[in-house]
Protein backbone atom coordinates (compact mmCIF):
# COMPACT_ATOMS: atom_id res chain seq x y z
CA UNK A 1 0.00 0.00 0.00
CA UNK A 2 1.57 3.28 -1.19
CA UNK A 3 2.37 5.43 2.05
CA UNK A 4 3.54 9.11 2.61
CA UNK A 5 7.15 9.11 3.84
CA UNK A 6 9.05 12.11 5.51
CA UNK A 7 12.32 12.93 6.27
CA UNK A 8 14.23 13.70 8.41
CA UNK A 9 12.19 11.54 11.37
CA UNK A 10 14.23 14.20 13.90
CA UNK A 11 15.43 17.37 12.97
CA UNK A 12 17.45 19.58 15.82
CA UNK A 13 18.24 23.03 14.66
CA UNK A 14 19.73 26.26 16.65
CA UNK A 15 17.74 29.46 16.59
CA UNK A 16 18.06 31.66 13.33
CA UNK A 17 18.76 28.36 11.41
CA UNK A 18 17.01 27.77 8.11
CA UNK A 19 15.61 24.25 8.30
CA UNK A 20 13.84 22.61 4.65
CA UNK A 21 11.38 18.87 5.70
CA UNK A 22 10.81 17.15 2.75
CA UNK A 23 7.76 14.82 2.11
CA UNK A 24 7.22 12.38 -0.96
CA UNK A 25 3.78 12.00 -1.20
CA UNK A 26 1.59 9.32 -2.45
CA UNK A 27 2.59 9.50 -6.31
CA UNK A 28 -1.11 10.31 -7.55
CA UNK A 29 -2.28 12.99 -4.68
CA UNK A 30 -2.64 16.43 -6.39
CA UNK A 31 -3.13 18.35 -3.32
CA UNK A 32 -1.01 18.39 -0.50
CA UNK A 33 -1.18 19.60 3.14
CA UNK A 34 1.77 20.66 6.10
CA UNK A 35 -0.08 20.48 9.58
CA UNK A 36 1.72 20.45 13.06
CA UNK A 37 1.45 19.89 16.26
CA UNK A 38 3.02 21.55 19.09
CA UNK A 39 3.56 18.92 22.03
CA UNK A 40 0.34 18.21 24.04
CA UNK A 41 -1.35 20.63 21.49
CA UNK A 42 -3.99 19.91 18.59
CA UNK A 43 -3.23 19.38 15.31
CA UNK A 44 -3.03 23.03 12.95
CA UNK A 45 -3.06 23.55 9.37
CA UNK A 46 -0.49 25.46 7.82
CA UNK A 47 -0.97 25.40 4.18
CA UNK A 48 -2.07 23.60 1.23
CA UNK A 49 -0.75 23.46 -2.13
CA UNK A 50 -2.11 22.66 -5.54
CA UNK A 51 -1.06 23.01 -9.21
CA UNK A 52 2.06 24.47 -7.94
CA UNK A 53 0.52 27.15 -5.98
CA UNK A 54 -0.90 27.83 -2.17
CA UNK A 55 -3.87 27.20 -1.78
CA UNK A 56 -4.71 28.49 1.79
CA UNK A 57 -2.79 29.29 4.55
CA UNK A 58 -3.12 29.50 8.12
CA UNK A 59 -2.16 32.41 10.14
CA UNK A 60 0.93 30.91 11.43
CA UNK A 61 2.35 30.25 7.89
CA UNK A 62 3.73 34.14 7.84
CA UNK A 63 6.60 34.84 5.85
CA UNK A 64 9.05 32.38 7.26
CA UNK A 65 7.42 29.44 6.02
CA UNK A 66 7.82 28.71 2.60
CA UNK A 67 6.56 25.37 0.42
CA UNK A 68 7.93 24.31 -2.74
CA UNK A 69 7.27 21.06 -4.89
CA UNK A 70 10.56 21.06 -7.11
CA UNK A 71 10.59 17.82 -9.11
CA UNK A 72 7.06 16.70 -9.05
CA UNK A 73 7.61 13.93 -6.12
CA UNK A 74 8.90 16.16 -3.19
CA UNK A 75 6.74 18.50 -1.43
CA UNK A 76 9.15 20.69 1.03
CA UNK A 77 8.54 22.85 4.02
CA UNK A 78 11.26 25.86 4.85
CA UNK A 79 11.61 27.42 7.50
CA UNK A 80 13.86 30.74 6.93
CA UNK A 81 14.54 31.21 10.25
CA UNK A 82 13.51 29.13 12.87
CA UNK A 83 12.25 30.28 16.25
CA UNK A 84 12.30 27.97 19.63
CA UNK A 85 8.62 28.33 19.25
CA UNK A 86 8.75 26.50 15.56
CA UNK A 87 9.52 23.23 17.75
CA UNK A 88 6.93 20.51 16.60
CA UNK A 89 5.49 17.82 15.07
CA UNK A 90 5.60 18.59 11.44
CA UNK A 91 3.66 16.45 9.25
CA UNK A 92 2.87 16.72 5.37
CA UNK A 93 -0.37 15.12 4.04
CA UNK A 94 -1.95 14.60 0.89
CA UNK A 95 -5.31 13.54 -1.25
CA UNK A 96 -6.29 12.79 -4.63
CA UNK A 97 -9.16 14.69 -5.24
CA UNK A 98 -10.88 17.70 -3.87
CA UNK A 99 -12.46 16.62 -0.33
CA UNK A 100 -11.69 13.16 0.16
CA UNK A 101 -9.75 11.67 2.99
CA UNK A 102 -6.31 13.08 3.18
CA UNK A 103 -3.07 10.75 4.05
CA UNK A 104 -0.23 12.07 6.12
CA UNK A 105 3.17 10.89 6.75
CA UNK A 106 4.90 9.82 9.96
CA UNK A 107 5.70 13.29 10.65
CA UNK A 108 9.03 15.06 11.48
CA UNK A 109 10.41 16.10 15.54
CA UNK A 110 11.45 19.58 14.77
CA UNK A 111 13.62 20.88 18.06
CA UNK A 112 14.52 24.27 17.96
CA UNK A 113 17.35 25.13 20.77
CA UNK B 1 -16.66 24.25 8.98
CA UNK B 2 -18.92 23.00 12.02
CA UNK B 3 -17.97 22.98 15.66
CA UNK B 4 -18.02 19.50 17.01
CA UNK B 5 -17.91 18.14 20.71
CA UNK B 6 -16.51 15.12 21.74
CA UNK B 7 -15.63 13.98 25.11
CA UNK B 8 -12.17 13.88 26.25
CA UNK B 9 -11.50 10.21 27.25
CA UNK B 10 -13.15 6.62 27.08
CA UNK B 11 -11.85 3.46 28.40
CA UNK B 12 -12.70 -0.08 26.30
CA UNK B 13 -12.16 -3.51 26.97
CA UNK B 14 -10.41 -5.79 24.66
CA UNK B 15 -12.44 -7.50 22.33
CA UNK B 16 -15.62 -5.05 23.36
CA UNK B 17 -17.46 -3.05 20.98
CA UNK B 18 -15.99 0.98 21.28
CA UNK B 19 -18.20 3.63 20.73
CA UNK B 20 -17.20 6.76 20.08
CA UNK B 21 -20.13 9.72 20.04
CA UNK B 22 -19.63 13.36 18.58
CA UNK B 23 -22.12 16.25 18.41
CA UNK B 24 -21.91 18.39 15.24
CA UNK B 25 -25.45 20.12 16.14
CA UNK B 26 -24.83 23.17 13.62
CA UNK B 27 -23.47 20.86 10.87
CA UNK B 28 -24.67 22.03 7.26
CA UNK B 29 -26.63 20.43 4.62
CA UNK B 30 -23.02 20.06 2.89
CA UNK B 31 -20.53 18.83 5.44
CA UNK B 32 -19.57 15.66 5.87
CA UNK B 33 -18.68 13.99 9.09
CA UNK B 34 -15.06 12.64 8.91
CA UNK B 35 -13.16 10.34 11.52
CA UNK B 36 -9.60 10.38 11.95
CA UNK B 37 -7.51 8.83 14.59
CA UNK B 38 -4.09 9.78 15.69
CA UNK B 39 -1.76 6.96 17.69
CA UNK B 40 0.60 8.19 19.99
CA UNK B 41 3.16 11.20 17.91
CA UNK B 42 2.28 9.62 14.59
CA UNK B 43 0.70 11.45 12.09
CA UNK B 44 -3.01 11.33 12.18
CA UNK B 45 -4.89 8.50 10.23
CA UNK B 46 -8.20 8.36 8.03
CA UNK B 47 -11.03 5.99 9.52
CA UNK B 48 -14.15 7.15 7.66
CA UNK B 49 -16.17 9.44 6.50
CA UNK B 50 -20.16 9.98 5.71
CA UNK B 51 -22.78 12.41 4.70
CA UNK B 52 -26.08 11.14 5.88
CA UNK B 53 -26.32 7.53 5.40
CA UNK B 54 -24.84 4.78 7.88
CA UNK B 55 -21.39 3.94 6.46
CA UNK B 56 -18.93 0.88 7.32
CA UNK B 57 -15.22 -0.24 5.99
CA UNK B 58 -13.14 -2.64 6.81
CA UNK B 59 -11.93 -0.17 10.19
CA UNK B 60 -15.39 1.36 11.70
CA UNK B 61 -18.97 2.14 11.25
CA UNK B 62 -20.39 5.37 11.42
CA UNK B 63 -23.61 5.93 12.08
CA UNK B 64 -24.78 9.26 11.60
CA UNK B 65 -28.78 10.27 13.19
CA UNK B 66 -31.13 11.18 10.99
CA UNK B 67 -31.03 14.73 11.70
CA UNK B 68 -27.30 14.69 11.42
CA UNK B 69 -26.96 16.57 14.50
CA UNK B 70 -24.80 13.38 15.82
CA UNK B 71 -23.00 10.46 14.84
CA UNK B 72 -21.14 7.20 16.56
CA UNK B 73 -17.76 5.73 15.19
CA UNK B 74 -17.83 2.35 16.57
CA UNK B 75 -14.84 0.32 16.26
CA UNK B 76 -16.78 -3.63 16.71
CA UNK B 77 -14.08 -5.04 18.13
CA UNK B 78 -11.58 -2.83 19.97
CA UNK B 79 -7.75 -4.20 19.49
CA UNK B 80 -5.21 -2.66 22.00
CA UNK B 81 -3.32 -0.76 19.17
CA UNK B 82 -6.55 0.79 18.97
CA UNK B 83 -5.66 3.45 21.71
CA UNK B 84 -5.58 6.40 20.53
CA UNK B 85 -7.05 9.94 19.70
CA UNK B 86 -10.33 9.69 18.08
CA UNK B 87 -11.08 12.72 16.10
CA UNK B 88 -14.36 14.03 14.48
CA UNK B 89 -13.89 16.83 11.84
CA UNK B 90 -16.74 18.26 10.22
CA UNK B 91 -16.09 20.09 6.93
CA UNK B 92 -17.46 20.26 3.22
CA UNK B 93 -16.41 17.83 1.09
CA UNK B 94 -15.61 19.88 -1.91
CA UNK B 95 -15.69 23.02 -2.73
CA UNK B 96 -14.47 26.69 -2.14
CA UNK B 97 -10.94 26.52 -0.26
CA UNK B 98 -12.48 24.45 2.94
CA UNK B 99 -10.06 21.30 1.93
CA UNK B 100 -8.03 21.77 5.45
CA UNK B 101 -8.94 19.67 7.88
CA UNK B 102 -9.52 21.16 11.76
CA UNK B 103 -8.40 19.06 14.06
CA UNK B 104 -9.93 19.51 18.11
CA UNK B 105 -8.45 17.82 20.99
CA UNK B 106 -10.87 14.54 19.96
CA UNK B 107 -11.41 11.72 22.28
CA UNK B 108 -8.65 9.51 23.70
CA UNK B 109 -9.84 6.04 23.45
CA UNK B 110 -7.50 3.78 25.92
CA UNK B 111 -8.42 -0.09 25.20
CA UNK B 112 -7.47 -2.44 28.09
CA UNK B 113 -6.47 -5.84 28.42
Known amino acids: EPEVTQTPSHQVTQMGQEVILRCVPI?????FYWYRQILGQKVEFLVS????????KSEIFDDQFSVERPDGSNFTLKIRSTKLEDSAMYFC???????????FGPGTRLTVT | DAKTTQPPSMDCAEGRAANLPCNHS???????VYWYRQIHSQGPQYIIH???NNETNEMASLIITEDRKSSTLILPHATLRDTAVYYC??????????????FGKGTLLTVNP
Open chain 1, 93 to 103: AGSGTIGVEQY
Open chain 1, 27 to 31: SNHLY
Open chain 1, 49 to 56: FYNNEISE
Open chain 2, 26 to 32: TISGNEY
Open chain 2, 50 to 52: GLK
Open chain 2, 89 to 102: IVRVASGGSNYKLT
